[in-house]
């Protein structure tokens, strides 16, 4: 069984920093691309940042040049390092991967989500 797991979420002043975590266990051969969601209250859920299998990267134009996205292969693992944060980028935090679960079959998968609340 699959499973994405986030982590790195909490509570932060503003021009603060958090790194997020997106871990991805089970019988897998890898994370092919993946990106940062985010959901804030009453508003739908937007792209932040993506990674493609060549590493290429996107961002929103809300985050660019403050985030950064980037994975460790050998761990199965996505993260978000977010900095100069700004009280609105407080939502929760989503991770969607898509993940290769036996050589050419590829399927997307999304985490729990974390919480990242900026506030003084």
């Known amino acids: 069984q699959v499973q994405l797991v986030e982590s790195g979420g909490g509570l932060v002043q503003p021009g603060g920093s958090l790194r997020l975590s997106c871990a991805a266990s089970?019988?897998?051969?890898?994370?092919?691309?993946a990106g940062w969601y985010r959901q804030a209250p009453g508003k739908q859920r937007e792209l932040v940042a993506a990674?493609?299998?060549?590493?290429?990267?996107n961002y929103a134009d809300s985050v660019k040049g403050r985030f950064t996205i980037s994975r460790d292969n050998a761990k199965n693992t996505v993260y978000l390092q977010m900095n100069s944060l700004k009280p609105e980028d407080t939502a929760v935090y989503y991770c969607n991967a898509q993940i290769r679960i036996v050589p050419g079959n590829v399927r997307g998968y999304w985490g729990q989500g974390t919480q990242v609340t900026v506030s003084s």
């Open positions: 990674i493609t299998t060549g590493d290429s990267t």
């Open positions: 089970g019988s897998i051969f890898g994370i092919v691309a």
